[in-house]
């Protein structure tokens, strides 16, 4: 009876930070892995079977490599001198009013003082992104939030609003050039909303204003 053989063992040896030209593995290695060498590139392949590892081993070990690529990101530290918007929609008050208090708390714990924050209250969720779209091109704010909760109902129209909220909030960002964060609720029930706005699944308006201070921070100190 035949023993089975042992696993194919690979040996990967890098030298310089060079690849072979990007074609089809058959193309670069028609006949296996084994024994190839390229000694312009000093690229070295050892195996006693072809596969399909080692070129994207390679390209895995230089993309560990590159370490003068710059990584930039907010900060969470401080948010003194920051200042913000908060829209904040009237309709489903007793959840929106939660969503807000968590965000002005989430701020002050940041050191944001209270006369850099602005609440601005409009009748429903649709109506968010026009004011924040506004806000944004006043320069008097480096964020705009906007809160409101759309819970869903027997007709289309919750449909309607939560996607004529997100989309009139990503356009305000993208026309204003001012981080304007989506912290509307869509949710089934009123359970739901009340659970996401200090209940059991925590408060999405504090979490709103934590994006809120990392986006105003990235936007002030590198993307000037």
């Known amino acids: 009876m035949k023993s089975l053989a042992s ?3 690979l040996r990967l040896t890098l030298t310089r930070h060079h690849l072979p030209s990007r ?3 058959s193309a670069c290695y028609p006949h296996g892995v084994s024994s190839v060498i390229k ?3 000093s690229l070295s392949f050892s195996s006693s079977a072809s596969g399909f590892a080692s070129p994207l081993a390679v390209e895995k070990e230089l993309r560990l490599q590159t370490s003068a690529v710059r990584h ?12 913000f918007a908060i829209v904040v929609a009237r309709f489903n008050e007793v959840v929106t009013k939660l969503l807000l208090e968590g965000a002005i708390e989430t701020f002050k714990k940041y050191s944001v003082r209270e006369e850099d924050i602005e609440v601005i209250w409009v009748p429903g969720s649709f109506e968010i992104g026009v004011v924040a779209q506004n806000l944004g091109k006043s320069g008097k704010f480096n964020a705009v939030l906007c809160i409101g909760a759309v819970i869903r109902g027997d007709t289309t129209h919750y449909d309607a609003v939560a996607n004529s909220a997100a989309s009139g909030v990503l356009s305000a960002g993208i026309n204003s050039g001012v981080p304007c964060i989506f912290g509307v609720l869509t949710c089934e029930d009123m359970d739901q909303a009340l659970n996401r706005s200090g209940g059991k699944a925590g408060n999405k308006g504090a979490e709103t204003a934590l994006t809120a201070l990392e986006m105003a921070s ?3 100190h590198h993307l000037k």
């Open 23 to 25: 074609q089809p593995y």
């Open 72 to 83: 930039v990101t907010g900060s969470l530290i401080r948010g003194e001198g920051l200042r």
């Open 218 to 220: 990235l936007f002030e």
């Open 7 to 9: 696993p194919p063992s």
């Open 39 to 41: 000694s312009n590139n």
